[in-house]
Each structure stands twice: as structure tokens, then as C-alpha cells.
């Protein structure tokens, strides 16, 4: 957990947040969620107050549109990566078993539950100055006209363009019950022979998700 603070660069004071962030609901009752929902708050605070700042002209519609963009569960997986989060997670024997330390959902809360208990060690200006290095490139790289369309918009739009009929989306499976549910969905374009499978707290964001690997694949 050493390595997992430098690169954080935040030293705790209270090193039972840190672990408490990096449990698995699979391992206890004593896991992450909590401090996930404290981080997700947080961080969309933060972010939002950026965004706010940066761009004094675009309208609310826009500016929420581009913090989605920027928050997305892939893009905090993302992140989590980076940080080689996957390194200090406990996860339960199933979750071991299935590769859960690989899985985006699973990283991406991990990444916001550490938020959060950075929030509960110290303070909310601490944990500002930390998001906003984490996402500096990203701020940095940011468009308003990102925001202006979704990624099944811009693959669906490019698919027309090229004259291919459009995708189709398919739930696979469901795990876990009510708010702790995640939703395993499937994109494919039949005519590209292009399949991608995501997995989110939410069917739109697992259709988004999915749109955006095809967009990249496409794109490339």
C-alpha cells in the first residue's frame, strides 16, 4: 500500500480508510461502497467545479454531458490501471477465481472509493488538488463538442455515413441484486464481424461502453 499512496501522493493517517477502499464486497460486510458513493460525489464536485470554470460559455446541458465524459466507468478504470490499483485490491475467493482484479467496474469503484477516504482523512480542498492532477491531461484534452454527442450516437451516425446498417445491442446477463446490480451488455455489427462486451452499474453505461470499443476498433 506504500506504492499505491506515493503514486496517490497522499499519505494516510488513518491506513484502515485505505484498506477498507480496496475491499471487495465479495470479501465482507466491511467493504468499499460506502467510501465508493463518497468518492463518486466527490470527485463529480470536483470535476464539475473544474468544468464550471473552464468553460464560462457552454450551457448546463453541455457541461454535464462533458463530465459524464470525463467520469465515465471506462475512463476511471482507466485511471485505476495506471495507478496499478489491481496490485493492493482484496478481492473474495470467487472474485479471485474469475479475474475481478481485471474487471473495469471493479476497478473504476475501487478508484472512488480511495477518493472518498481520502476525503474522510482529511480534507475536501486534499482531495481537489488530487483529482485535479490525476485528470489534469484529461481537463487538458477535454472538448466542449465531446459532449455534444454520445458514443452510440457517433457510432451509429459513422455506420450510416458508411452505409452499414446499424448495431445491435444485447443484455447477456445480470449479477448481483437491486443498486449492486451490473449489467453485462454485447454490441455488435454483423457486417464489420465487430462484437464488444462491457459490463456496467447501469444498461446505458454498459451500451456506451460498448459503443465506444466498436468507435476505437473502427477507427483505428
Known amino acids: 500500500m506504500e506504492k499505491l499512496q506515493k503514486k496517490f501522493t497522499y499519505k494516510f493517517n488513518d491506513i484502515a480508510l485505505l484498506k477498507q477502499a480496496l475491499t471487495h464486497r465479495s470479501v465482507s460486510k466491511s467493504n ?12 463529480g464536485c470536483v470535476i464539475s467545479e473544474e468544468l464550471y470554470l473552464r468553460y464560462p460559455l457552454i450551457d448546463e446541458g453541455q ?26 485490491l482484496t478481492l473474495g475467493h470467487g472474485e479471485l477465481k474469475s479475474g475481478g482484479f481485471r474487471r ?16 474522510l482523512d482529511s480534507d475536501y480542498v486534499t482531495v481537489k488538488n488530487i483529482i485535479l492532477n490525476l485528470f489534469n491531461d484529461l481537463l487538458n484534452q477535454a472538448k466542449p463538442e ?12 459513422l455506420l450510416q455515413k ?3 446498417s446499424l448495431p445491435s445491442y444485447e443484455l447477456i446477463q445480470t449479477k448481483g441484486k437491486d443498486h449492486n446490480a451490473i449489467f453485462y451488455v454485447s ?22 461502453a460498448c459503443a465506444q470499443s466498436i468507435l476505437e476498433e473502427i477507427l483505428k
Open 187 to 208: 454490441c455488435t455489427v454483423s457486417e464489420l464481424n465487430l462484437t464488444s462486451e462491457k459490463n456496467a452499474k447501469s444498461i446505458k453505461r454498459a451500451e456506451q
Open 104 to 119: 473495469e467496474s471493479i476497478l473504476a469503484d475501487a478508484f472512488e472509493a480511495i477518493l472518498g477516504a481520502i476525503f
Open 63 to 88: 457541461l454535464s454531458r462533458l463530465r459524464s465524459h470525463l467520469v465515465r466507468g471506462q475512463t476511471l478504470a482507466n485511471l485505476a490501471k495506471n495507478l496499478n490499483i489491481s496490485e493492493s
Open 162 to 164: 458508411k452505409g452499414h
Open 32 to 43: 468499499n461502497e460506502r467510501l465508493e458513493f463518497l468518492g463518486d460525489s466527490v470527485l
Open 146 to 157: 465531446d459532449s455534444l454527442k454520445d458514443f452510440k450516437t457517433q457510432l451509429q451516425e
